[in-house]
């Protein structure tokens, strides 16, 4: 028999092809012995099938191929989930967005929080943290006190001198 009539049978599913008629039904190169994904009757080499049915990165485009992430109802590989402001990986981590752009709480805390206006630190209010405004000043609960006592004014009366804000005991001792 002339070697060019010569082909090895390959057998899937309970069908049989020649070597040669296996072929990818994305690329349409033979499979041979290669993996393939079979899906409804047509069969794919791993790149083709990924290309075809792999979800995609919402960041890179990319396919995904295991373990990626889920933000704003998207797939994102977990490498490119990463803060807008200092690109800290976060997935994983504690995180939140604006503009739909996401952010670590630290850059979010320094780029759009308000300042507290005693310590002058992001109040950012993440994991139940609690606040104090008044006006267009904003205080952490912790440092909401009375300007010369330090009394806490938590839940209590003040009154607010110039950018102070006194308990109503220091405010009727005058200055």
């Known amino acids: 028999m002339p070697k060019s009539s010569w082909?090895?049978?390959?057998e899937y599913g309970g069908q049989t092809w020649h070597e040669h008629c296996f072929l990818c039904s994305g690329c349409e190169q033979p499979l041979g012995s290669r993996s393939f994904v079979p899906d409804k009757g047509a069969h794919y080499c791993v790149p083709c099938y990924e290309n075809k049915f792999a979800p995609r990165c919402a960041r890179c485009s990319k396919t995904l191929t295991q373990g990626g992430v889920t933000y704003r109802d998207q797939p994102w590989h977990r490498?490119?989930?990463v803060c807008t402001?200092?690109?800290t990986p976060l997935a994983g981590q504690q995180f939140t967005s604006r503009d739909e752009d996401p952010?670590?709480?630290a850059c979010f805390g320094e780029l759009?929080?308000?300042k507290c206006?005693?310590?002058k630190r992001p109040i950012v209010g993440l994991g139940g943290g609690k606040y104090v405004s008044f006006e267009d000043r904003h205080w952490h609960h912790n440092c909401f006190s009375c300007a010369r006592c330090s009394t806490s004014l938590v839940g209590?009366?003040?009154v607010p001198?110039?950018?102070q804000v006194l308990c109503q005991g220091c405010s009727q001792a005058g200055p």
């Open 117 to 119: 206006s005693s310590c």
């Open 7 to 10: 082909s090895r049978k390959l």
């Open 156 to 158: 209590q009366g003040f």
């Open 103 to 105: 952010y670590c709480v």
């Open 79 to 81: 490498e490119c989930l």
């Open 112 to 114: 759009f929080a308000p």
């Open 85 to 87: 402001g200092c690109q």
């Open 161 to 163: 001198d110039g950018d």
